[in-house]
């Protein structure tokens, strides 16, 4: 993990207001982190990954979401493909897909569609068997990564059940139309994907398919919540490290602004924050790692909190450094767009709260 911090820090350097400004990631960076094995890294020894913990990988999470929450975006997408694969691939497609994404190609997961977001069972695309080909056919929306990806995983409807298709992005009939000008993660490649009569081999569907479409989505998500919550505490660290810096160097009234009380309390509220958040994806993690049944709560614990903060924290930040922070392309500037739509991703701040009401209902 020390020597993937210090390659991080390398590739992304100062140039994420760039890529942000210019939408676009740099090919041989997100090549780079591929080939070290660190856009996924939790993916098993065994299929050619890392292996790290969820603790490693949370934390490594954190560092990439500080210098480039874009570039963060695309991690989650891969690592949120590699476990999907992981839980719902049969022995073969395990051996074949995971080394690929352990190092060389790249992964977008497709769920959301224009009248299917917080509500994934309205869900309309399909996937028909015809004996040894698949048809798959519908519109998706919003996927992180689907303008560059190499493979696009689809959730799909199979009869009255559930399933997973693994789409190569150049297959004849996948149509990919890059989003313009999203509010943050610029750089992230968020595409809408149309799959028109697509054709592809049944050994494209995961698993055996048919399993219940809520069950299929919760897999995936469970890992993209993870991801996005260290990504979050992410945000929250690189907007205190240019909240304190800027306050302890700018004098106004003669003194740092970081001794005007009403600042110093923009200053706690930022660090205790981070704490917070910090904490609770560490609690989530370590739930993870030891298989504890407490992990689906503790994950959707971890997104709202750390989400949440990140949101109030960077909007601090931009007040603390005021016009210094005002510009697109400053980290802070950048950080609270980044922030805001990690309310919206992997379960919506409201949808977490449901699932954390009904928890304290009924399951506690
Ligand atoms: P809606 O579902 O229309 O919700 C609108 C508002 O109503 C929200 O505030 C929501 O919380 C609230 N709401 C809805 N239902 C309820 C309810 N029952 N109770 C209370 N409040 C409710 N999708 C993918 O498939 N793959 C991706 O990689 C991906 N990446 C994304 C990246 C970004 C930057 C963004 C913005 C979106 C991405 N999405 C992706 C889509 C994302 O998953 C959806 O935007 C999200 O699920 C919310 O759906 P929606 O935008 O349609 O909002």
Known sequence: PAQAATLAARLVGDRAGDWDRAGRLPVDVVRALNTAGLLAPQIPTGYGGAGWSSLDSGEFTAQVGSLCSSLRS??????????????????????????????????????????????????????????????????????????????????????????????????????????????????????????????????????????????????ALSYGRMSVAWGCVGILRACLTAAVAHAGSRHQFG????QHQLVARHLADLWAAEQVATRVCEHASRCWDTGSPEVVTATVLAKYVSAGHATRAAADAVQILASAGAVDGHPVARAYRDAKLMEIIEGSTEMCQLMLADHAVNRR
């Open 74 to 219: 695309v991690m989650t997408s891969q690592a949120m493909a590699a476990w999907t694969i992981e839980r719902l691939a049969d022995r073969a497609q395990a051996r074949s897909l995971l080394p690929r994404l352990a190092a060389t190609d790249t992964a977008a997961v497709a769920f959301s569609e224009p009248q299917a977001g917080s509500d994934l069972s309205a869900m309309t695309t399909t996937v028909t068997m015809t004996g040894d080909t698949l048809r798959l056919d519908g519109h998706k929306v919003w996927v992180t990564a689907a303008d560059h990806a190499d493979l696009l995983l689809v959730f799909a409807r199979l009869g009255d059940q559930g399933a997973v298709v693994v789409v190569p992005r150049a297959t004849p009939g996948v149509r990919v139309h890059r989003r313009a000008d999203p509010l943050g993660c610029r750089a992230a490649g968020h595409a809408d994907v149309w799959f028109d009569a697509v054709r592809l081999p049944t050994s494209s569907l995961l698993g055996a398919g048919g399993q219940s479409l809520s069950l299929l989505v919760t897999t």
């Open 255 to 258: 003194r740092p602004l970081a």
